[in-house]
């Protein structure tokens, strides 16, 4: 009798991921004989033993830190997730590994109904570290100018204390891809003054816990639309799921 088929989670301290609730669902609701598990190992040099032990294996997630290490034992990359930089998604073949990145069309899709007659708009993008590289690619793929926000001044950023009135009198969607009000710190968010926000301005944060942080409480408080990131997360799972299958 064949085996399960498997997929996963490969990432380091991940006991708290949404993931494998979802897609065990999935398998459920849909009747598909499939398993997602956990694979929480302390470097990616363990990953070929991991898929070379585990036959049942046919594709799996990548979470930090080895989004970018993942890249090195790829076979194929996507043009999407080299533009950005890093897999967040494997599918195993006949002849190797083959990487994508679906965090590009969960962002997408989640942001294009959020702007829908607000365009043109400029962007504000709050962070410099991974998470803001697939909002930079839809972003400039969508012709929406933007610039980025950082903690320390770097080339072509600015600083959070140069983010004033004016600025966001300019940039009406802002998108927080920092990791400050993510649970279990929810009283932390971006050093940007909410006192200037306005119902014309358009929040989003790519944290999903807690489902309201204290950047959108902000943004809903001056009458701005406000959007978390758990549905980015449930399409970019199944952009995922799709690519397994294909």
């Known amino acids: 009798m064949r085996n399960k088929l498997l997929y996963g989670l490969v990432g380091k301290?991940?006991?708290?991921?949404f993931s494998p609730k979802y897609f065990k669902q999935k398998f459920l609701k849909e009747k598909?004989?499939?398993?997602?598990?956990?694979?929480?190992?302390?470097?990616?040099?363990?990953?070929p033993e991991i898929i070379s032990s585990t036959p049942d294996l046919r594709g799996f997630n990548v979470t930090i830190p080895y989004k970018k290490e993942i890249m090195n034992l790829l076979q194929q990359v996507s043009k999407e997730a080299k533009a950005v930089g890093s897999v967040n998604t494997v599918k195993i073949t006949d002849s190797g590994l083959s990487g994508y990145n679906t965090d590009v069309v969960g962002f997408r899709n989640s942001l294009l109904p959020?702007?829908?007659?607000?365009?043109?708009?400029?962007?504000?993008?709050?962070?410099?570290?991974?998470?803001?590289?697939?909002?930079?690619?839809?972003?400039?793929?969508?012709?929406?100018?933007f610039?980025?926000?950082?903690?320390?001044?770097?080339?072509?950023?600015?600083?959070?204390?140069e983010v004033t009135q004016s600025v966001l009198q300019g940039f009406r969607l802002i998108i927080n891809t920092t990791p400050l009000g993510m649970f279990p710190n929810v009283n932390q968010a971006p050093a940007i003054p909410f006192e200037y926000l306005t119902q014309h301005h358009i929040l989003y944060d790519l944290i999903y816990n807690p489902k309201e942080t204290l950047f959108l409480k902000e943004g809903r408080r001056a009458g701005a639309k406000v959007k978390n990131g758990l549905e980015m997360l449930y399409l970019q799972a199944e952009a995922s799921w799709k690519i397994w299958q294909e």
């Open 13 to 17: 301290n991940i006991s708290h991921s």
């Open 32 to 47: 598909i004989a499939a398993d997602y598990i956990l694979f929480d190992i302390d470097s990616s040099e363990k990953l």
């Open 114 to 145: 959020l702007i829908k007659g607000s365009l043109p708009l400029k962007a504000l993008i709050l962070g410099t570290g991974g998470a803001a590289e697939a909002v930079k690619f839809v972003l400039n793929e969508q012709s929406i100018h």
């Open 147 to 161: 610039q980025q926000v950082s903690r320390g001044k770097l080339e072509n950023t600015l600083t959070y204390s």
